[in-house]
């Protein structure tokens, strides 16, 4: 098992509960993200211990691909997911992101954003905004143009466990007082459409909108549904998401509970609550608590879990 050491990030709308609640060693009280599972050049975790200690998992993804189930001339050049838990303390901005075909013109050859948000934790009346009421993309480009944005914007009340899946080109934001642990694929293009006039460092964040405009969907389809998936072969779990850039599950063990690897693949897991020991065909356990991210290689068939843990699992490639 590989374990990573997050990477965070301080935002001016974040907080300090990645410390209260998850006990990380913060930079200020206003860290809004952890990078938990991240090979990006803005954030590449560095392995925790073993025999990779101190290397970062760019590093690891391209020196040591049958960790990975790789071939040699395998095309997927960078490693495919990136996992973060968010500690939304104000809102975060209204935004979008583009798909692969738009990232890959307009961003270097960057990937687009699907991404899904598992909700871990909010206060009571917690919302967040996903989607748009404009019916043709003209009345969104009124909208936006004349600052209707309590019109524009789809907002909808969510709960601790509830999960979202948000498709590239929707619009969307994080709103105060919520802690998620979201699963993208490994990309950081943000469109930023509005930001509520905020000042960082006494200037406004820079806003996106001429490709926002591209790239967001009108009409929003709310009842555009998403495949869950089958759950784990196993023990008691659930599906949450089945895509083609990944599929996502959650684990809530209580005592002990094996899994199958359905997917033939590396996993990534992450403890939201509890702890616990983890071991991979039987092999020796591993202690594990809240916090703790890492990756089981490719290669196992099963893992087993002991203790009263909840887990977040994804893999690459759902479909
Ligand atoms: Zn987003």
């Avoid at 990645?18 to 392995?47: M, Q, S, V």
């Avoid at 071939?71 to 583009?98: C, M, R, T, W, Y």
């Avoid at 930001?195 to 591209?214: A, F, T, V, W």
């Avoid at 495949?227 to 008691?236: F, Q, V």
Wanted: net charge negative; charged share 25%.
């Amino acid at each position: 098992m590989i374990r990573l050491k997050p990477v965070f990030k301080e935002m001016v709308w974040g907080g300090n509960r990645l410390r209260t609640e998850f006990g990380y060693d913060i930079p200020g009280e206003d860290t809004g993200e952890c990078w938990a599972i991240a090979a990006h050049k803005n954030g590449d975790c560095r392995i925790d211990g073993g025999k990779y200690d101190g290397r970062t998992l760019s590093w690891l993804w391209k020196n040591e691909p049958a960790l990975f189930g790789r071939n040699d001339g395998s095309k997927e050049e960078i490693f495919p997911l990136l996992v973060k838990i968010i500690d939304a303390k104000k809102d975060l901005s209204i935004q979008v992101h583009p798909d692969d075909e738009y990232a890959y013109e307009h961003e270097n050859g960057a990937k687009g954003k699907t991404e899904c948000w598992y909700i871990l934790d909010c206060d009571p009346g917690a919302t967040i905004i996903i989607g748009h009421n404009a019916k043709s993309h003209e009345e969104l480009e009124h909208m936006i143009s004349t600052g209707n944005w309590g019109g524009l914007l789809r907002e909808i009340p969510i709960k601790k466990g509830d999960f979202f899946q948000i498709f590239p080109g929707t619009v969307h934001a994080i709103k105060g007082g919520t802690m998620i642990l979201e699963t993208q694929q490994n990309s950081d293009v943000t469109y930023r459409v509005y930001d509520y006039g905020r000042l960082q460092n006494g200037k406004p964040r820079e806003l996106h909108i001429d490709k926002s405009l591209d790239v967001i969907r009108a009409p929003f389809d709310p009842d555009a549904g998403y495949e869950r998936g089958e759950a784990l072969e196993g023990s008691s779990n659930e599906a949450l998401v089945r895509c083609d850039p990944y599929r996502v599950w959650h684990i809530r063990c209580n005592g002990s509970g094996i899994y199958r690897n359905c997917m033939n693949s590396f996993m990534l897991c992450s403890v939201t609550e509890g702890e616990g020991t983890v071991s991979t065909d039987g092999c020796s356990a591993e202690s594990v608590r809240k916090g703790d991210h890492f990756i089981l290689p490719y290669g196992f068939e099963s893992f087993s879990l002991f203790g009263d843990i909840e887990m977040i699992c994804s893999a690459p490639g759902g479909l």
